[in-house]
């Protein structure tokens, strides 16, 4: 049974920085696909940045044009935990951040991430004001 447990929100100024932290549990896939998504009030889900694991595109990260230069995705292995890094924070971040799981397929000699993704966390509230 996979469990991802979000932490680290928070309330913070404009201009700040936050981690976000994400617990991975009972996690059996060999090669995978992390991310984190955000959805502000009133707005869709927004996925936001993806980190791939296995394969030669281990460690791999893609970033959307929203927080791209701004946030790191990144993973403790040994721990099983993965983090966003925030900086620069502006009002637009605020919104509930969540993190995925999900399952990849080789195609054209790279891992490309298959959506929808498979396990999600309950979310960890950010407001940046």
């Known amino acids: 049974h996979v469990q991802l447990v979000e932490s680290g929100g928070g309330a913070v100024q404009a201009g700040g920085s936050l981690r976000v932290s994400c617990g991975i549990f009972?996690?059996?896939?060999?090669?995978?696909?992390l991310a984190w998504f955000r959805q502000a009030p009133g707005k869709e889900r927004e996925g936001i940045a993806t980190l791939k694991s296995g394969s030669s595109d281990d460690g791999k990260t893609k970033y959307s044009d929203s927080v791209k230069g701004r946030y790191t995705i990144s993973r403790d292995t040994a721990k099983n935990i993965l983090y966003l890094q925030m900086n620069n924070l502006k009002s637009e971040d605020t919104g509930m951040y969540y993190c995925?799981?999900?399952?990849?397929?080789?195609?054209?000699?790279?891992?490309?991430?298959?959506?929808?993704?498979?396990?999600w966390g309950r979310g960890t509230q950010v407001t940046v004001s």
């Open positions: 995925a799981v999900g399952r990849v397929v080789y195609r054209d000699y790279k891992l490309l991430c298959i959506r929808p993704f498979d396990y």
């Open positions: 009972g996690l059996m896939y060999s090669w995978y696909c």
